[in-house]
Structures are given as structure tokens and as C-alpha cells.
């Protein structure tokens, strides 16, 4: 079983949708959880983080973290097409090394 | 404020060579990470500096070796290139002990 699972897509999406990412994980000493937006041929940028269970908002994104079931979320509100990139969910131990799932790509369609 | 910065953008190299990519640091941090990212897939943790030295190593084989400078700045090394080693290489700051990781915009490095 691969430490972490994301569904690598492509999700494509009308403008306007709700998008929701989500990613499992089986490793109990995880305890930061991140998620990255990267653009093609660009690196990862940071979207959002958490070290506990629950929702963090900010703006358009949502982060949800269920650490009883080991599945983290990221919801965008009102997508736009400059939206569309590939979504990297991320975890941290203490050792500070990042675990990342593969990716999922997202399409906002004009 | 600069971000990460990596150089070069792009190398080819043919098997067997040498390659020496390199990185600075965003203004202020004094960790650095290095990451592979292969084609479709998320990045792979290779190794960490901090204060010099070799904090914490993924599990790439030695022909990966690295350095950081007193300035923070790091170097990262790969001897007798394979074509698997084809990819983009990312260079991540951070400011000890905090979790945030930035990433610059990668090398892409080819292998023929």
C-alpha cells in the first residue's frame, strides 16, 4: 500500500464550480498536511497548510483534515480557469521531510 | 524579497556524466531541500541541509551528494548520470524550525 493516494485525474470543471481534492494516507506519524498548486513547468507553490483535524479557510480554499480516517480535502469555491494546474497534497513528519501524492490535474473550462 | 532561486533551467547531459545543480535559498531561511520529480508524478524527497550539513536523506542512491554553503546556498550533485535520472530537480527553503517549504521554479535535467 503506497504511503499516500490522490486520484491523478484530470478533473475538468465548468467556471464557477466547487472543486474537491482529496487525498488518503496511511502513515500515523504524518503531522503537518499541505497542499501545492503547480503549474506547468513551474515548482510547487504552497496553497495551504495544517497540523490538526478540522476546516482551514482561506479565501476561495477550504483545507479539511479528518485524522481519525486519515483523508485530507482541499475545496476551491467559485473556480476560475486561472485555476487549472495540477494539485499536490503533501504531508510532514517531524523530520521535516515532504511526502507527496502524485498529483491531481484540474481543467476550469471557460 | 527574492523567492528560491535555481540555475540552471535546463541541462542535457549524456550517461555517465556529471551534473552539479544549484540553489539559493529564499531571503532569510537556512534549510534547504532537494526533491526529483519525475514526469506525472509528485516530487521525491533526495536530501535536507542544515548548518551544513546532511540533516535527514531520502532513499536515492550515493551517487546523490549534496552541499550548503555558510550562505545557506546548496549545491546538488549526481555522478554517472542514468537515463532514469531524467526529471525535474526542486529546490525547497525553509526557515528551521517552521514546516513551510518553498520551492523554486526546478531544473530540468535530461539524460540521453
Known sequence: ?110 | DAGVTQSPTHLIKTRGQQVTLRCSPKSGHDTVSWYQQALGQGPQFIFQYYEEEERQRGNFPDRFSGHQFPNYSSELNVNALLLGDSALYLCASSLAPRAEQFFGPGTRLTVL
Open chain 1, 1 to 110: 500500500q503506497k504511503e499516500v493516494e490522490q486520484d491523478p485525474g484530470p478533473l475538468s470543471v465548468p467556471e464557477g464550480a466547487i472543486v474537491s481534492l482529496n487525498c488518503t494516507y496511511s502513515n500515523s506519524a504524518f503531522q503537518y498536511f499541505m497542499w501545492y498548486r503547480q503549474y506547468s513547468r513551474k515548482g510547487p507553490e504552497l496553497l495551504m497548510y495544517t497540523y490538526s483535524s478540522g476546516n482551514k479557510e482561506d479565501g476561495r480554499f477550504t483545507a479539511q483534515v479528518d485524522k481519525s480516517s486519515k483523508y485530507i480535502s482541499l475545496f476551491i469555491r467559485d473556480s476560475q480557469p486561472s485555476d487549472s494546474a495540477t494539485y499536490l497534497c503533501a504531508f510532514l513528519t517531524g523530520r521535516r521531510a515532504l511526502t507527496f501524492g502524485s498529483g491531481t490535474r484540474l481543467q476550469v473550462q471557460p
